[in-house]
């Protein structure tokens, strides 16, 4: 196959957008797993972690205004460079995330859980394999998958309806787990959100591939 400068330019974007994907399942992996250990220095090297996906990000926004702006890409090409810049900026937003997950486990610190960590790992599971789904999606030009990966989101909210009901029922029974029952929602809650922001990863790749752009119930 013969790709021309903008093909090779478009290409190299692609392979930044699915290196910061490969990062933002890291991040979260290592959030989660840093919280369910207890081990506030991992939860500290989250925010190193976090500045490698923001200068991704910024990359791949120069690199698309460049592209936009010197090669006037057709159609086509335009909504490729536009997707993914969308993309990483949903990404940037995984990072956040994550980072907002290590900042409560370093609030909670050494002290016992006040529930069994169950659903929230379970969160962790389910959006990290649809980043991996997500980003074979882009790979491969599959829209099909893309979709079903989105649709994947409603796992996740099923489980943070099962964490926000856990936690609650911790703080009713003891007045002392308040604190650290919010503490979960909120982990929860991020949880949550990092599912929306892949669903919308999902979009933005069928969007990329066939110019549809659609929203995934």
Do not use: W
């Amino acid at each position: 196959m013969n790709l021309n400068n903008l093909d090779i330019n478009i290409n190299e974007l692609i392979d930044m957008t699915c290196e910061m994907m490969d990062k933002c399942e890291n991040i979260v992996s290592k959030a989660v797993d840093a919280m369910v250990s207890k081990d506030l220095e991992a939860s500290k090297d989250i925010l190193v972690l976090d500045d490698e996906i923001d200068d991704l990000r910024e990359y791949i926004r120069e690199k698309s205004i460049e592209l936009m702006a010197l090669k006037q890409p057709l159609a086509k090409d335009l909504r490729i460079i536009y997707a993914l810049g969308s993309i990483a900026m949903e990404l940037e937003r995984v990072g956040d995330y994550a980072v907002n997950i290590a900042m409560e486990t370093i609030k909670i610190g050494t002290e016992e859980h006040v529930e069994k960590l169950i659903d929230i790992p379970k969160m962790k599971d389910v959006t990290i394999g649809m980043l991996k789904s997500a980003k074979n999606a882009l790979k491969n030009n599959d829209p099909k998958l893309a979709h079903k990966t989105g649709l994947q989101d409603d796992v996740v909210d099923e489980l943070y309806s099962a964490v926000h009901i856990d936690a609650l029922s911790a703080m009713h029974k003891d007045k002392h787990n308040i604190n650290q029952g919010v503490k979960l929602l909120f982990v929860g809650r991020y949880l949550e959100r990092i599912g929306d922001h892949i669903t919308n990863i999902c979009e933005f790749v069928i969007y990329a591939i066939n110019g549809e752009m659609i929203e995934i119930d």
